[in-house]
T-cell receptor, first 117, second 110 residues
């Protein structure tokens, strides 16, 4: 079946540090990949996405590249801010999921990021 | 643009009481709709999904149920709440690849 594995965390960084949150996946074919962010007490927000191999998703200074050869979609940011403190979720949507899979996503367990001033 | 609403935002209910959480989507037609539960601010558990009015699929057997009486309305219900039903309930919609989430309902069962 499909699965997503994220680094355990929590991740604690100082402001302006470099961020990497690892995400690897298991799926058949070429799934679509996503990163979501959840701020305290809120719902999930789509941060970025990639729908095919070698695509790079980017938004708000965050980037992730779809690596088919390593089945990975690691999230990176060059300089984090206190306002980036949140829980980050990696997710996949299987190829051809418009049919019997009904667009269901498989989520990782989430990684807590805390950024100190 | 599309928006998704959930209410109430917070709810405190005694064990054994009924539950009704509502989710509505604006600005789109015939979306797929989803109910998730999140415990301890971490992993998401898919509870139900719907691809159309009256069409509900359950992912996990439990004392919760879902209904979709209108195209853009999705309701999560229970006849008798358990302590283990406490959590953060999230509704989401999708048309193509990504899902978009509502603000959530924090349910505490006492």
């Amino acid at each position: 079946g499909n699965s997503v594995t994220q680094m355990e965390g929590p991740v604690t960084l100082s402001e302006e540090a470099f961020l990497t949150i690892n995400c690897t996946y298991t799926a058949t074919g070429y799934p679509s990949l996503f990163w979501y962010v959840q701020y305290p007490g809120e719902g999930l927000q789509l941060l970025l996405k990639a729908t095919k191999a070698d695509d790079k998703g980017s938004n708000k200074g965050f980037e992730a590249t779809y690596r088919k050869e390593t089945t990975s979609f690691h999230l990176e940011k060059g300089s984090v801010q206190v306002s980036d403190s949140a829980v980050y979720f990696c997710a996949l949507r299987p190829l051809g999921a418009g049919g019997t899979s009904y667009g269901k996503l498989t989520f990782g367990q989430g990684t807590i990021l805390t950024v100190h001033p | 643009s599309q928006t998704i609403h959930q209410w109430p935002a917070t709810l405190v209910q005694p064990v054994g009481s009924p539950l009704s959480l509502e989710c509505t989507v604006e600005g789109t037609s015939n979306p797929n709709l989803y109910w998730y539960r999140q415990a301890a601010g971490r992993g998401l558990q898919l509870l139900f999904y719907s691809v159309g009015i009256g069409q509900i699929s359950s992912e996990v057997p439990q004392n919760l149920s879902a209904s979709r009486p209108q195209d853009r309305q999705f309701i999560l219900s229970s006849k008798k709440l358990l302590l283990s039903d406490s959590g953060f309930y999230l509704c989401a919609w999708s048309l193509h690849y990504e899902q978009y989430f509502g603000p959530g309902t924090r349910l505490t069962v006492t």
